[in-house]
């Protein structure tokens, strides 16, 4: 069974800096694509940030130069440090892993087949 459990949520200013991260059981995340995705009320799901089983990341534009996704396989963890936040950022942030190892040519939200329950960022101005 896996899971996948999300920390470092929280309120922070403008400007400031978040460290949320994603702790895996029942799976290994050095070879699954781990993503980081976020929503909002009435908004579609985006994906924010991901890394692939050969540590390739790829980032939403939207947070290109910002935020930071990176993996600790001693701690089969996912981390997705975020500076220089802006109020846009608010959201809840959910960290998703794919059901296919080594599968980094498989994109889609629908092949992430285990999410985490989320944990809300909320950055005011």
């Known amino acids: 069974q896996v899971q996948l459990v999300e920390s470092g949520g929280g309120l922070v200013q403008a400007g400031g800096s978040l460290r949320l991260s994603c702790t895996a059981a029942g799976i290994t995340v050095s070879i699954h694509t781990i993503a980081w995705y976020r929503q909002t009320p009435g908004k579609q799901r985006e994906l924010v940030a991901l890394?692939?089983?050969?540590?390739?990341?790829d980032y939403a534009d939207s947070v290109k130069g910002r935020f930071t996704i990176s993996r600790d396989n001693a701690k089969n963890t996912v981390t997705l440090q975020m500076n220089s936040l802006k109020p846009e950022d608010t959201a809840v942030y959910c960290c998703?892993?794919?059901?296919?190892?080594?599968?980094?040519?498989?994109?889609?939200?629908?092949?992430?087949?285990?999410w985490g329950q989320g944990t809300q960022v909320t950055v005011s101005s």
């Open positions: 890394i692939t089983s050969r540590s390739s990341t």
């Open positions: 998703a892993a794919h059901s296919v190892p080594y599968s980094s040519d498989l994109k889609g939200e629908a092949w992430y087949g285990s």
